[in-house]
């Protein structure tokens, strides 16, 4: 591995270029061949960079989250999976207090200065924002914080960089919290201590259909590899996994998931949160949905379909036996061989979660 280490002045104007990168991707959204080139070329500079550089991608972490869209899961695991070099890598499917005690846990990743800026530029609510993390009032607070994170125009879109700063705030809050009151990071504590999980709570279902999405990705950006912001970001999961009111809200919260962990690779935080989640049997049961609703299944299936109507059709009108008869155990053959698939897959699935 190369040790060498980009210039601070170069490692900005790479920094800068991926973000230029990864806006244009977002508005172009892959609908012409020069952008899905573009997309596969950033893809391939990203996977040079977590091997070569990773702490370069530690570093500006924010800012390319905020600039990376929802949609390219794939570009979003890579940012999130590197990790300083210096750094070993427990096993994440191995939840417990072995992990919980770890050193590399209690500590706290570098804070980007975009992060600082985009706080200071928020000040018209953040004072509201303090005062309901220490009382649970005014509830207003999150009407404010709606028309902070929308744009002003007729689109009332939302602005990606703002959510993730109001979670990193939020969170960093949380933390301090904890740390004044001598209190272990922990689902209970972070349940029943403060009114930081209960913002998040109300937030997620204050929000529309448009909003949740983005606010669960900006929450599962943050699952990187050990540190505080990892630890509690993944307690924080489970907890609004378990409490939140609503059948589709808590759909969304483990699709969010399920979507990253199905494209590789992943990060050791979302791995470490979906270990702790799927201890849970109401998320165990919506892995096994979205495993039957992946796109690839569902094309597979639709292809032989297609097959079997067009045997149908063939073997109507050219009335060949021999050839019907080929067709038809060619069919069964795939079939079973469908049959199978899901049978070692799901096997594979359940040694897993064990």
Not at 282 to 309: G, K, M, T
Request: aromatic share 10%; charged share 20%.
């Amino acid at each position: 591995m190369n040790d060498a280490v980009p210039k601070p002045e170069m490692s900005e104007m790479l920094a800068q270029s991926l973000i230029n990168r990864f806006k244009f991707i977002s508005a172009s959204a892959l609908d012409s061949d020069d952008s899905r080139t573009l997309h596969k070329d950033t893809v391939n500079l990203l996977r040079s960079l977590l091997c070569e550089f990773p702490e370069f991608l530690c570093e500006h972490h924010y800012e390319f989250m905020g600039a990376i869209s929802a949609q390219c899961i794939e570009m979003l695991n890579l940012v999130s999976c590197a990790y300083p070099r210096y750094m070993h890598m427990p096993d994440p499917m191995k939840s417990g207090p072995h992990i919980d005690m770890l050193p590399e846990i209690q500590q706290c990743p570098p804070i980007s200065p975009v992060y600082v800026k985009m706080i200071h530029e928020s000040r018209r609510v953040l004072p509201l924002l303090d005062c309901y993390l220490e009382t649970g009032l005014p509830v207003k607070v999150l009407i404010n914080v709606e028309s902070y994170i929308l744009t002003e125009d007729f689109d009332c879109c939302y602005i990606v960089p703002r959510i993730n700063a109001i979670v990193l705030y939020v969170e960093t809050q949380a933390i301090i919290h904890l740390q004044c009151k001598n209190m272990t990071l922990s689902i209970s504590n972070i349940a029943t201590t403060s009114w930081h999980s209960k913002f998040f709570y109300n937030l997620l279902n204050r929000l529309d259909d448009a909003g949740r999405p983005l606010l669960i990705t900006a929450i599962c950006n943050q699952l990187t590899y050990p540190n505080i912001h990892t630890q509690y970001f993944s307690c924080l999961i489970q907890y609004l996994f378990e409490s939140t009111l609503g059948e589709r809200t808590r759909r969304e919260i483990a699709s969010g998931i399920l979507e990253r962990v199905r494209i590789q690779p992943i990060s050791w935080g979302l791995a470490y949160a979906r270990a702790k989640l799927l201890k849970n049997p109401l998320f165990d049961s919506y892995a096994d949905e979205f495993f039957h609703r992946s796109p690839v299944i569902q094309r597979s299936l639709s292809n032989l379909c297609i097959l079997c109507v067009l045997a149908i059709v063939l073997c109507i009108k050219f009335h060949d036996i021999n050839f019907a008869t080929e067709l038809y155990t060619l069919l069964i053959m795939l079939l079973m061989y469908f049959c199978v698939l899901f049978l070692l897959m799901s096997i594979i699935a359940r040694i897993k979660k064990s």
